[in-house]
Every structure is written in C-alpha cells, then in structure tokens.
C-alpha cells in the first residue's frame, strides 16, 4: 500500500506539472492519459475503497487541467488569429494609402507624375544634386499650336495628342534617370539628374525629333505635324545657394521656351545663366 501510495503521489507530481509547464494540448493530451491511466490502475489494484475514491478524483483534476490546457491553446491561436487579422488590415489600409498617395501624384490622362508630383520629385531632386554639388538639368515642353488643334479635332482627339506625345516622352527617357511630368495643359516638364548644359541641350533636341518623327497630323497651319519646342537649362547646385536655385531654374527653362516659340516653334533653346 505504501508503494501504492508513492506512485500516486507520482502521478500528483505529474499532475503539477501538467498546471506548471507550457504544454501543448497535444503532448497534454499523452500526459494526462497516461496519469490517469497510472492512478486508476494502482486506486483498482490497491482494492481499498477510499483510496478508489482518491485515485478517481486525482484522474478528474488531470482531466480538468487536459480541458483548460485545450481552452488556453485555443484563446491563443484565437488572439493569433485576431492579431494576425489585423495585422492585415493595417498592411492594406498602408497599402490603400499609398496607392491613394501615389494618384493625387499622377495625372489621371498620360500617366505621368502630375504638377504636384512634379513639386515634389523636383525639389528632392534638387535637394540631392546640392549634397552632391552636381549639375541638374530641366527641359520645359510645350506642343505647338495645341489649341489649334483642339479646336479643328475636339478635345477627345487632342486628349489622345496629349497620351501618345506623353507615351513617347517617356518611351525616350525610359533608359535614363530622366523625370517626366505634365506640368499642366500641353506642356510637360523634365529634370535631368547630373546632367550639364550640354547633356541637357543634346537631350531636349533627341526628344524634339521623337515628336517630330511620330508624324502625328497636325489640322493647323502651317505645321502638317505635331511638334514641341523645348526650353532647356542647367546649373550647377552650389550647396550655398541651393535654396534659391529651384525657381531660377525654372524661370530660365521657361524664358528659353518662349524664346523657342517666338522664334518659330519646332526648336529648342537654351537659357544661359545671364538669361535669368
């Protein structure tokens, strides 16, 4: 009986342990199994009424820690499952609003970064090409006689001008670090990271023959195609007057735009520093 006794004190042990330790509803199940297995075998052998009575009670309490072993591990894959959830919403929700960021930055017709992507890639842009004390070149592009054109074709023709003369800008500057945006209406805008005023030059009058060679008909005369003119400029970041470098660049860009109209359209021109 004392043997008896000792081994079902065994199985109390086990039965702490089974409260204590951090097991699995699975290895829980083997252990509780096998406890209550052991204390009713010796409570039948001992063949003493009150020690049946213990042996029975003792196999109760390890089948009621098996049950809240088997609630405990279903909470936690429960709040598993919850936090993973939303875990998820948060990731999509960051998605959504990124992708919502991105369209307030794309000009919903071409594509292209709007004017508001613009101010933003242009003044990191500027930003970068001052840490580096590197040159940055802007091209300014406008297409010739689009109101002309939108008055002979309608405004669906001249929206579908204004996507392939976008489509084949940024067909031409896909290879390079090149950023392209309509700035507004029919005029687009490109910065040229590091780029010099020969570099800039070369550029603009590349992407003027792109236009010029798509042969898009063009009702208004004296033009029988599309084209653009492009004002270009450049500079040098000095990191002392970064600040004030973005709107004279701009500025420049521009008077060389409108220099390149006056003087017929279907050109580039470059504005020198003194132009500003």
């Given at each position: ?112 970064a709007n004017r508001r992507g ?38 669906e023709e001249g ?118």
């Amino acid at each position: 009986i004392a043997g008896d006794r000792y081994l079902l004190a065994a199985g109390l042990v086990a039965l702490a342990a089974n409260f204590v330790l951090p097991m699995s509803f699975r290895y829980s199940a083997f252990a509780a199994a096998a406890n209550t297995a052991l204390i009713l075998l010796f409570a039948v052998d001992s063949g003493e009424l009150g020690f049946i009575e213990l042996g029975a009670f003792f196999a109760f309490l390890i089948l009621t820690t098996l049950v809240a072993t088997y609630r405990t591990e279903l909470g936690e894959k429960r709040s598993f499952l919850l936090g993973l959830r939303d875990s998820l919403r948060v990731a999509e929700l960051s998605d959504a609003n990124a992708r919502l960021a991105e369209l307030t930055r794309t000009d919903q017709l071409t594509d292209l970064a709007n004017r508001r992507g613009f101010d933003e890639t242009y003044a990191r842009l500027l930003a970068e090409a001052q840490q580096a004390n590197d040159w940055i070149g802007l091209l300014m592009i406008d297409i010739d006689r689009f109101k002309q054109f939108n008055d002979a074709l309608g405004h669906e023709e001249g929206d579908v001008c204004l996507c392939t003369v976008a489509g084949a800008l940024k067909e031409a500057l896909r290879e390079s670090d090149a950023f392209v945006a309509r700035y507004g209406g029919e005029e687009f805008a490109v910065v040229l990271p590091g780029a010099g005023p020969v570099e800039a030059r070369r550029t603009a009058e590349s992407l003027r023959k792109v236009i010029e060679d798509l042969k898009l008909g063009h009702p208004a005369p004296p033009h029988r195609f599309v084209t653009i003119s492009i004002g270009v400029a450049a500079a040098r970041m000095d990191p002392s007057m970064a600040s004030e470098a973005g709107p004279p660049l701009l500025n420049m860009a521009d008077r060389a735009l409108y220099d390149a109209k006056r003087k017929g359209r279907n050109r580039t021109a470059f504005a020198t520093p003194a132009a500003a």
